[in-house]
């Protein structure tokens, strides 16, 4: 079964609208780590946001929100006020702790949105 | 800049050539991940370091190896290259194994067997 699904292949937003990019996970854990990167065309990933499981309120980071619903097992990513630059592929990542506790840290990623903002 | 470096940037090469990965990690950072991103695969995690010991596994084929050096630099090992072995091979580094510590990726090095 896939651990990380982003449903969305392609999404298509106006400059200056939010945007969001779903991704669902599975996992057993019960201490996980969810993390959004970008990559632009050039091909470098560039870390956007982190949310723990065990945090209780939404990550934010700048324009950047990630819309944590533990019990659907979903966290999505919200850009706001969308730019030119965030045209990208965006991707979610799941880090979960194995039975004893101590994570290997690798990361388990979904096969990306690729987000176009038009002027 | 994440502070991770690898070179080359660019690699083309043969079947059947072996050639080398080279990743820096961030200054301070013990763990050193290496990635793999292709078409059909997506990426997917091929192997860990951290402080020079091989902490986990992924899918890493037996003709790739890899280590970490004293100095935390990481090399990784690709032989007997075949033509799917093509991808972007990009290599992360963290200060520490927790879920919350965060990877931070170098640019990557885009290989091309030919």
């Known amino acids: 079964a896939q651990k990380i699904t982003q449903t969305q292949p392609g999404m298509f937003v106006q400059e200056k609208e939010a945007v969001t990019l779903d991704c669902t996970y599975d996992?057993?854990?019960?201490?996980?780590?969810l993390f959004w990167y970008k990559q632009p065309s050039s091909g470098e990933m560039i870390f956007l946001i982190y949310q723990g499981s065990y945090d209780e309120q939404n990550a934010t980071e700048g324009r950047y929100s990630l819309n944590f619903q533990k019990a659907r097992k979903s966290a999505n990513l919200v850009i706001s006020a969308s730019q030119l630059g965030d045209s990208a592929m965006y991707f979610c990542?799941?880090?979960?702790?194995?039975?004893?506790?101590?994570?290997?840290?690798?990361?388990?990623f979904g096969q990306g949105t690729i987000l176009t903002v038009h002027p | 800049d994440s502070g991770v470096t690898q070179t080359p940037k660019h690699l083309i090469t043969a079947t059947g050539q072996r050639v080398t990965l080279r990743c820096s990690p961030r200054s301070g950072d013990l763990s050193v991940y290496w990635y793999q991103q292709s078409l059909d695969q997506g990426l997917q995690f091929l192997i860990q370091?951290?402080?020079?010991?091989?902490?986990a596994k992924g899918n890493i084929l037996e003709r790739f190896s890899a280590q970490q050096f004293p100095d935390l630099h990481s090399e990784l090992n690709l032989s007997s290259l075949e033509l799917g072995d093509s991808a972007l091979y990009f290599c992360?580094?963290?200060?520490?194994?927790?879920?919350?510590?965060?990877?931070?990726f170098g640019p990557g090095t885009r290989l091309l067997v030919l």
């Open positions: 370091y951290y402080n020079g010991e091989e902490r």
């Open positions: 990542a799941m880090r979960e702790h194995n039975a004893g506790g101590t994570s290997y840290g690798k990361l388990t």
């Open positions: 996992t057993s854990d019960q201490s996980y780590g």
């Open positions: 992360a580094s963290s200060s520490r194994t927790s879920s919350r510590e965060t990877q931070y």
